[in-house]
């Protein structure tokens, strides 16, 4: 037990190797898969819809065989946002959003009528929805596979210039720097708890800890800084020189069934968009 | 200074204080809960005592920076009993900002978390969260800096990135110092520095124990450091402590250190060896000096 364990709830960027069809499949059918979820999670406008999505998701991660209480303790670091997420909607938006809506909760000037109240569900559901299938791609996927996949996929936008090697190296260096600096996060938070420093303050006491918060910022920013250089450093002295010209060690090959994902998800997406939903 | 001839080691461990920390059968299991977890600590049992310097070795990933993390109240023990002056980590009562005031813990490369621009300001942010008044802030930078030997007055107004790196490391040192703890937990104090600034900062640790009175807990992996600073030793292998003794003793011991893949210093290697050739060496020579004493008594017959 720690107050200081913070990779523990980092899910993103995590590769979890359980051997599922998932973890099998063509990164770039599963980009493209992924990436028509998140439209259909970012489309659907109604209560019915997001409920039907919320089932899928768990049926994502079952089928990525990830346990349960893993994809769930993703949420945790999100729960803050989410709550002051919901009581600034529930306070601010009144009635000004949708006025002809009937009012459920009236005191003083707060105002909640039933379409803010829905609006409250609904975007606390798309945000769940979205840790969902962004946990699942990244423990599914390992960077390799995720720089190839968006490699691959760019190729065709090479004749109008988009560096699509350049972006894919970014996005993996990224993701790969999470756990990197978490873990020095985490470090930094025990070297200063252990001179007298007070980490902490309630979970809720945001002012406070945010000012308790520069003494792990910046030499985070400069263990950032440092990784960076060095980094640099280490690829010119093995001679990297960008994509051009450059052949993988892993070669991407998914079957031609791999691509039945993505078209399910776009048949979903296009059913999600159209569905008569109720509510 | 100790008296005796031989530093370190020499003090009959039986002779130090009363148990400031007593660890009792602590298991650690990283990311439990998760795929990812991992046993660290396999029911480790040891002992601090109040005035003494206890070495604890073993291999990378043996467990000991997981084991220090206890000493000073960072991680609460989950299975197994951690008493730091008299308060159970384990009751959810205790109030761990207590215990790290008690026990400082200076993790390797320190330098690394330092973040004021100004030396003295750095070393005053733990006073300062203590919120105490300022005099005392004053005189307890003004204590830690001298007692490194960063004098006051000289480098209280140095901008921290203009330190050497021998010079960063004191600095850190002195900001775990500054909250004034009753044992200081080293993890690697000297690593990574040259040897002048190395025997320089091994010195100033030698007068915090015999000047300051303060108890130490080192880490390392210098045997030569170990043997020279510790009065007792915990060996760590896999999570578990595989020897534990007086420094003599563990280091004398070659084949069970050899067990845990450990060699001794090189002066005890050189000392075994020539017994081994059947010379009637001393056999207990910890340093280079007492080895060098050794032969020199065996020459002169």
């Known amino acids: ?279 | 200074m100790t008296a005796g001839p031989f530093p370190g080691g020499d003090r009959p461990a039986g002779c130090a204080g009363r148990a400031i920390i007593e660890v009792t059968g602590l298991w650690h299991t990283y990311m439990a809960g998760t795929p990812f977890e991992q046993t660290a600590l396999r029911g480790v049992s040891m002992d601090v005592r109040a005035g003494e310097v206890v070495g604890i070795l073993g291999r990378t990933g043996s467990g000991k920076s997981t084991l220090i993390q206890y000493l000073n109240g960072l991680m609460r023990p989950v299975r197994g009993r951690v008493v730091v002056d008299g308060h159970d980590l384990a009751n959810p009562r205790t109030d761990l900002r207590t215990v790290r005031q008690r026990v400082g813990l200076v993790f390797q490369d320190p330098e690394t978390q330092m973040f004021e621009p100004l030396v003295g300001d750095d070393v005053a942010y733990g006073p300062r969260q203590l919120r105490l008044p300022a005099e005392e802030i004053r005189a307890r930078v003004r204590w830690a800096m001298d007692a490194v030997g960063l004098p006051f007055e000289r480098f209280k107004d140095r901008y921290t990135f203009s330190l050497s790196g021998g010079e960063m490391r004191k600095a850190a040192l002195a900001g775990v110092l500054a909250i004034r703890p009753r044992v200081l937990v080293l993890d690697e104090p000297t690593s990574g520095l040259d040897p002048g600034a190395r025997a320089e900062l091994r010195r100033r640790i030698q007068d915090l124990r015999d000047r300051e009175g303060l108890t130490l807990v080192l880490v390392s992996h210098d045997m030569e450091e170990v043997a020279r600073l510790s009065d007792r030793l915990y060996v760590l292998q896999d999570g578990a402590v595989a020897a534990a003794g007086p420094t003599r003793e563990v280091f004398g011991d070659a084949a069970r250190l050899a067990a845990v893949g450990l060699l001794p210093p090189e002066p005890v290697q050189i000392v075994q060896r020539l017994r081994a050739l059947g010379m009637a060496v001393r056999p207990d020579a910890l340093t280079v000096e007492e080895a060098a004493d050794a032969v020199a008594a065996l020459l002169d017959g």
């Open chain 1, 1 to 279: 037990m720690s107050e200081f364990e913070l990779l523990r709830n980092i899910t993103i960027g995590q590769y979890l190797p359980t051997g599922s069809y998932l973890h099998r499949m063509d990164a770039r059918a599963k980009i493209v898969a992924t990436l028509l979820l998140v439209g259909a999670v970012s489309f659907t406008p109604t209560l019915a819809g997001n409920a039907v999505l919320i089932v899928v998701c768990l049926g994502i991660v079952a089928l990525g065989r990830i346990p349960m209480t893993y994809a769930l303790r993703g949420l945790l670091p999100a729960l803050p946002l989410l709550v002051i997420l919901a009581v600034m909607q529930l306070l601010f938006f009144g009635r000004a959003y949708d006025p002809s809506s009937p009012v459920v909760f009236h005191w003083g000037w707060i105002v909640v009528t039933a379409a803010v109240l829905r609006l409250v569900i609904i975007s606390a559901a798309r945000f769940v929805e979205l840790l969902f299938v962004t946990s699942v791609f990244t423990l599914t996927t390992t960077t390799t596979e995720l720089t190839h996949g968006i490699e691959s996929l760019l190729r065709p936008l090479r004749r109008f210039r988009v560096p699509g090697h350049e972006l894919a190296l970014v996005v993996t260096i990224a993701i790969r720097f999470v756990p990197t600096l978490a873990l020095e996060a985490e470090r930094l938070m025990k070297a200063q708890a252990s001179r007298g420093g007070g980490i902490g303050g309630g979970r809720w006491q945001f002012v406070e800890r945010t000012r308790q918060m520069l003494p792990i910022l910046v030499p985070l920013f400069t263990f950032a800084l440092r990784r960076g250089e060095e980094l640099i450093v280490a690829m010119e002295a093995r001679a990297y020189t960008g994509g051009a010209g450059r052949t993988t060690y892993a070669v991407l090959r998914g079957s031609a069934a791999d691509w039945l994902v993505p078209v399910a998800a776009l048949a979903f997406l296009v059913a999600m968009l159209r569905a008569p939903f109720p509510v």
